[in-house]
C-alpha cells in the first residue's frame, strides 16, 4: 500500500516515497498494531509470564513504529517544508502519548513485575540481566509505581512537553531563517575572508537580490555565515547590527520563547515531585555516571574554579589589547568586540590565522583521512555506494565492513546548510541490527549531519579545523551505533548514559590535533602539500589561546542548566528570569559593557526536546574528562596501534548499554577516570 511507505523495512529507504501525505496513515497503522501487539503481553495469565513472552515482546511491539517516526523527525530535520511539519505536529502528540502510555500502563506493568518473581527472571545473566534492570527503573522512572490519577497527569505533562519543546524548537528555526542583511556597499566588508565574502555573494545572488552587475552581499544567522562576520568584519557597526540579531532570536514575536521556558521548567519540575524527586535534575540524573545533581553542580563548579584565575588574567588582557590598539579607556568589550578583538590578539600573539588552515581541509579529502584512520585503529573498511537513493543529492551513502569483511552497518552523510535543514551537526540512527536470536548478525543503518562551509562555484568546500572536528566527533557517535554489538537493540550503540555518549564522540576529535593524524589528510587543496611543521606547532600554541575563556563558556551552561532545574522554583517566581539567571552565574561570564543576554532563549540544547540535555549540559566536560584520559591510552601505545582501537572497539564502541558506563571506562583504562588529562590538555595546568 503506497500510503504505508514509512512502514517499508527496506534497509535501503525509499526517501522518495517517504511523503508527507504518507506519515499520517502510516504512523496510526504502526501505533495500532503496537497497541495489538501490547493487548497481547496483557492478555497473558500472570503465571504464564517469561522473559520472551514480556520483555523481549515489548520491545519488539514498539519498534516498528519507533523505526517509522525516527524516518519522519528526520526529514522533519533535513527536509522541513510546511506539509511535513504539519503533518508532523499532528502525529506527535499521538506518538509522544502512546510511548508514555506504555509504561504506564498498570496491566502491563503488573506483568512484568510477576515476571521479576520467576525462576526464569532470578537466573538471567549478562544482557539479559542488565535489559530487565533497565527496564523495570524505565518503568518506574515513568510512574508505573504511581496512583492511577497522578499517572494520568503524568502522561498530561509528557505530552505538553513534547509540544512545547517543539514549538521552542521551531521558534529558534524560523527566528534563525526569518533574517538576512543585505549590504550593498561593498566597503563595509573589508577585513571579511574571501571566502566567506564569496558565499554572502553567492547567497545574494540565489535570492535575487544581486546580478553580477549589481553586486550585494547576503548574511544571516547561521553559523556559516555570522561566525566569520563576528571575527573579522572591521565595521564595528554592521558586527553590533548582527550580534543584535543573534542574541534576540528567541526573544521576539513571533518567535519569542520566554514565555515557553517557564512552562517547561514548571511541568519539568511538577514531573520530578510526581515521581519522588526533589527536583527535575535529580530525576534525571539518578541513572547517569554523576548519579546527584549535588555530585554533577560540585564537578562543574571545581573545573570553573580551577580556571578561574587565568580566566580573569585572560579577560585582563584582551581588554588592555583593545585599549591598545584603539586608545580608548580599559574596561569591558562590547560583545560584539569580544570575537573580533580575539581574533586579532590570536593573530598577534601566535601570528596564526585560522583561515590560513582552510586550504588544507578540503572537505572530501577530510572524510577520505578520517576513513583510512577508521581503517587503520579500527580495522574498518569504508566505501560509497551511489547507488542507493538519499533524501538530497548532496548526501552520500557509505557500506562498512569490519576486518572480518562483515557487513557491520551503513551510513548517510549530509555535510552542508540547507534551508531546509535544522542547524549544527548531529548523528542519528535509522536502523538497529547487531546480533539476533537466530545467530544472523544483522547490518545498522546511521546518519551524519551538518552544516559545513560549502563549496561555492570555483573552489572545493574548504573548512575550519573546528568543522573537521565536527565530521570527526559526529563520525565516533555514529561508530557506536554501526560497531554495536549488542543482543538487545534498546540497549545498542548511543543509547547509554548522557554523560557517557560523548565519549566515542570526543575521543576521536584527539586525531585532529595529532601531527600523524592531521598527515592522513590534511593537504593543500592546490599544492597537495601536507601542513608546514611550523604552522602546525602554532596551530597547536594557539589552542591555549583563551582556554580559560572557553572552558568558562561550557561551565556557564552547565551551570545554567542545573541551577535551572535544581530551583525551578525559584527563577519561575523571578519577575525577570533573565536578569536573575545572570546574576546566578555571573562568575563565569566574560565581563561585556552592555551585558550580553544568556543563551537561555534559544538553548536548544535543554529546551527543544523534553528531555534531552536538560540537566545534562556538564556532559559534555564530563564527557571530555573520560575522553582526555582515555586516549593517554593511544598516546601512550601509539594513536595508529590496531591492538589499543580494538581494544576500544571491544570494551566501548560494540557495548552500547550492556553494562554500566563506569564498568566499561574501567575495563578499558583498568582503573576508573582521572581528572588530570584534561586539566593539562586544556592547558589549565602544567605539563609535570
Ligand atoms: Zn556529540
Not at 72 to 100: G, I, W
Not at 195 to 210: D, G, N, P, R, W
Not at 418 to 425: D, I, L, P
Request: glycine share 4%; net charge negative; proline share 4%.
Amino acid at each position: 500500500m503506497a500510503h504505508l511507505t514509512f512502514l517499508d523495512k527496506s534497509f535501503h529507504i525509499h526517501w522518495s516515497k517517504l511523503t508527507p501525505e504518507s506519515v499520517e496513515l502510516s504512523i496510526s497503522q504502526a501505533i495500532g498494531d503496537a497497541q495489538k501487539s501490547i493487548e497481547c503481553i496483557t492478555s497473558l495469565d500472570l503465571s504464564e509470564v517469561s522473559y520472551q513472552n514480556t520483555l523481549l515482546a515489548l520491545e519488539e511491539a514498539v519498534e516498528p513504529l519507533s523505526v517509522a517516526w525516527g524516518k519522519v523527525s528526520h526529514l522533519q530535520s533535513v527536509c522541513d517544508s510546511t506539509e511535513l511539519r504539519a503533518a508532523y505536529n499532528k502525529m506527535l502528540p499521538l506518538v509522544s502519548a502512546f510511548y508514555t502510555s506504555i509504561r504506564l500502563n498498570p496491566k502491563l506493568w503488573e506483568r512484568i513485575k510477576a515476571f521479576l518473581q520467576t525462576h526464569e527472571a532470578n537466573a538471567l545473566s549478562g544482557i539479559h540481566k542488565r535489559f530487565l534492570e533497565e527496564s523495570i527503573a524505565d518503568f518506574k522512572e515513568a510512574g508505573a509505581d504511581l496512583s492511577p490519577e497522578k499517572r494520568e497527569r503524568l502522561s498530561q505533562i509528557q505530552t505538553k512537553l513534547a509540544e512545547l519543546t517543539q514549538k521552542y524548537s521551531e521558534n529558534v528555526l524560523d527566528a534563525t531563517n526569518a533574517y538576512e542583511l543585505i549590504i550593498e556597499d561593498e566597503s563595509r566588508l573589508k577585513g571579511l575572508p574571501l571566502h566567506a565574502k564569496k558565499a554572502a555573494f553567492e547567497s545574494a545572488l540565489a535570492k535575487s537580490k544581486a546580478t553580477q552587475e549589481k553586486p550585494a552581499w547576503r548574511f544571516t544567522l547561521h553559523a556559516p555565515s555570522i561566525e566569520p562576520c563576528m571575527m573579522y568584519l572591521e565595521d564595528s557597526a554592521l558586527r553590533e547590527q548582527l550580534w543584535r540579531a543573534s542574541s534576540s532570536i528567541g526573544s521576539v514575536a513571533p518567535y519569542d520563547n520566554q514565555g515557553l521556558i517557564k512552562e517547561i521548567l514548571s511541568l519539568r519540575d511538577e514531573k520530578a515531585k510526581l515521581l519522588g524527586k526533589s527536583h527535575f535534575a535529580d530525576l534525571v540524573l539518578q541513572r547517569r555516571m554523576a548519579k546527584t545533581a549535588t555530585t554533577a553542580l560540585r564537578f562543574i563548579e571545581d573545573i570553573g574554579e580551577r580556571a578561574s584565575v587565568l580566566f580573569k588574567e585572560e579577560c585582563d588582557a584582551l581588554e588592555r589589547f583593545k585599549t591598545e590598539l584603539t586608545h580608548a579607556p580599559q574596561g569591558p568589550l562590547a560583545p560584539w568586540d569580544i570575537a573580533y578583538f580575539s581574533e586579532k590578539l590570536r593573530q598577534k600573539e601566535y601570528a596564526f590565522d585560522e583561515e590560513i588552515l582552510r586550504p588544507y581541509f578540503e572537505v572530501s579529502q577530510v572524510i577520505g583521512g578520517l576513513f583510512q584512520l577508521a581503517q587503520r585503529v579500527f580495522g574498518l573498511t569504508i566505501t560509497e555506494r551511489t547507488d542507493v537513493e538519499t533524501w538530497h543529492p548532496q548526501v552520500t551513502f557509505y557500506d562498512i565492513k569490519n576486518a572480518n569483511a562483515v557487513h557491520v552497518g551503513s551510513f548517510y552523510a549530509d555535510w552542508h546548510p540547507r534551508e531546509s535543514k535544522r542547524g549544527g551537526a548531529w548523528m542519528n540512527y535509522l536502523i538497529t541490527g547487531g546480533p539476533t536470536a537466530s545467530g544472523k548478525r544483522l547490518p545498522h543503518l546511521g546518519l551524519i549531519c551538518g552544516n559545513l562551509t560549502a563549496p561555492s562555484k570555483d573552489t572545493p568546500a574548504l573548512l575550519t579545523h573546528r568543522e573537521v572536528e565536527t565530521i570527526f566527533h559526529e563520525f565516533g557517535h555514529l561508530l557506536h551505533h554501526l560497531l554495536g554489538e549488542v543482543a538487545i537493540k534498546s540497549l545498542n550503540g548511543v543509547n547509554v548514559a548522557w554523560d557517557f555518549v560523548e565519549l566515542p564522540s570526543q575521543i576521536m576529535e584527539n586525531w585532529c590535533w595529532e601531527k600523524e593524524g592531521l598527515d592522513l589528510f590534511a593537504r593543500h587543496y592546490q599544492t597537495k602539500e601536507p601542513i608546514p611543521e611550523e604552522l602546525f606547532q602554532k596551530m597547536i600554541k594557539a589552542k591555549r589561546f583563551r582556554t580559560a575563556c572557553m572552558t568558562m563558556r561550557q561551565v556557564a551552561f552547565a551551570k545554567m542548566d542545573l541551577l535551572l532545574h535544581i530551583n525551578t522554583e525559584e527563577f519561575i517566581k523571578a519577575d525577570d528570569l533573565e536578569s536573575y539567571l545572570r546574576s546566578k552565574i555571573a562568575s563565569h561570564l566574560i565581563p561585556t559593557n552592555p551585558k550580553a543576554p544568556t543563551i537561555i532563549r534559544r538553548f536548544t540544547h535543554i529546551f527543544a526536546d523534553p528531555v534531552g540535555y536538560a540537566a545534562g549540559y556538564y556532559s559534555y566536560k564530563w564527557a571530555e574528562v573520560l575522553d582526555a584520559d582515555a586516549f593517554t591510552r593511544f598516546k601512550k601505545e601509539g594513536i595508529f596501534n590496531p591492538k589499543t582501537g580494538s581494544d576500544f572497539v571491544r570494551t566501548i564502541l560494540s557495548q552500547g548499554n550492556a553494562l554500566d558506563p563506569a564498568e566499561l571506562f574501567r575495563t578499558f583504562m583498568g582503573r576508573d577516570p582521572d581528572i588530570q588529562a584534561l586539566l593539562l590538555r586544556a592547558g589549565l595546568v602544567g605539563a609535570a
